[in-house]
């Protein structure tokens, strides 16, 4: 799933064509991944405005658009991405010798037609959704109403500091990797984003929050910091991401490494896989190690839930 680099990526792509006008929308009906409205009204609505600029919050995109009317709201879900005409699309990973600059693309939701009023040039962008888990909405104010307003902290836009971070950890008893994946708690932290942040602060994805200690909070403060903000400078291009890094290592489990993973001792570390907060979470068992007491949640007549507010 596209996490908060990719979207930061998709977000700036977009924003190359500041200033252009939408002279035409092409939608195609889908009922699941237009979220309460219909393909027609969306384009409706665009249609004959300006793109401003584009914004991300969390794994969230929006445009801001000139005019009268509603802005879109735009969340990836598993596969969505952004192409733009002549260009291959933006994939999550790793482009498959498969893809294609056919046009319109395979999987198309939406098609702007952009128009540089200075020059006369024409742009095609295309949002694109495999698997159909994109949400497509218009909102008035984008960062006031749902689902950008349920969100958490973003790390990169919204980081809190240590004390807030650590009263936010605290107060939960659930396993720290769940916590992760909880946008209602740090928005656009994702799989593998979650497992590297939990790599370098040297934290087990199973320890409950309510047993992490001062060293361990303190280290996943910066460490949720840091992953993000790496990953961003560098457009989400995993060829330029650290050597270190769990990310080059968790793939197939294994089978795809082409690298070993070495402890700080220079020894090869060992990768495990467990399923934390319904995820395939990838750790090194050296360095990653179960501490403190793992206590049930207490019981209550409603069992709390984490929620990983789908889109």
Request: hydrophobic share 35%; net charge positive.
């Amino acid at each position: 799933m596209p996490e908060i680099a990719e979207v930061e990526r998709a977000k700036k792509l977009i924003n190359k064509y500041a200033g252009q006008l939408i002279q035409k929308v092409e939608t195609v009906e889908d009922t699941i991944v237009f979220a309460g409205i219909t393909h027609e009204e969306f384009a409706k609505e665009l249609t004959g405005r300006t793109l401003e600029s584009a914004g991300r919050y969390g794994k969230v995109f929006y445009l801001n658009l000139s005019g009268a009317g509603r802005m879109p709201v735009l969340h990836f879900g598993m596969t969505g991405m952004i192409q733009i005409k002549g260009q291959l699309a933006t994939y999550y990973k790793e482009t498959p010798k498969t893809a294609s600059t056919d046009w319109p693309p395979r999987f198309m939701k939406f098609i702007l037609h952009l128009l540089d009023t200075e020059t006369g040039i024409t742009t095609q962008l295309a949002f694109l959704d495999a698997r159909r888990l994109g949400r497509i909405r218009l909102c008035n104010s984008p960062l006031e109403e749902p689902p950008i307003s349920e969100l958490g902290f973003d790390p990169i836009l919204s980081m809190p500091s240590l004390d807030e971070f650590k009263r936010l950890v605290l107060k939960r008893s659930c396993p720290v990797k769940a916590l992760l994946l909880d946008q209602s708690f740090s928005a656009g932290v994702g799989n593998w984003v979650a497992d590297e942040i939990l790599y370098h602060a040297r934290v087990h994805p199973e320890q409950r929050t309510n047993t992490l200690t001062k060293e361990q909070l303190e280290a996943l403060h910066h460490q949720t910091s840091n992953v993000c903000a790496t990953a961003v400078a560098v457009d989400a291009d995993d060829t330029q991401f650290p050597e270190n890094w769990l990310f080059k290592h968790r793939w197939g489990k294994g089978k795809k490494a082409t690298h070993t993973l070495k402890l700080p001792t220079g020894e090869p570390a060992t990768i495990k896989w467990i399923t934390v907060g319904g995820r395939t979470s990838a750790y090194c068992a050296e360095l990653q190690v179960l501490g403190g007491s793992t206590p049930k949640p207490t019981r209550r007549k409603r069992k709390a839930k984490v929620s990983l507010l789908s889109f």
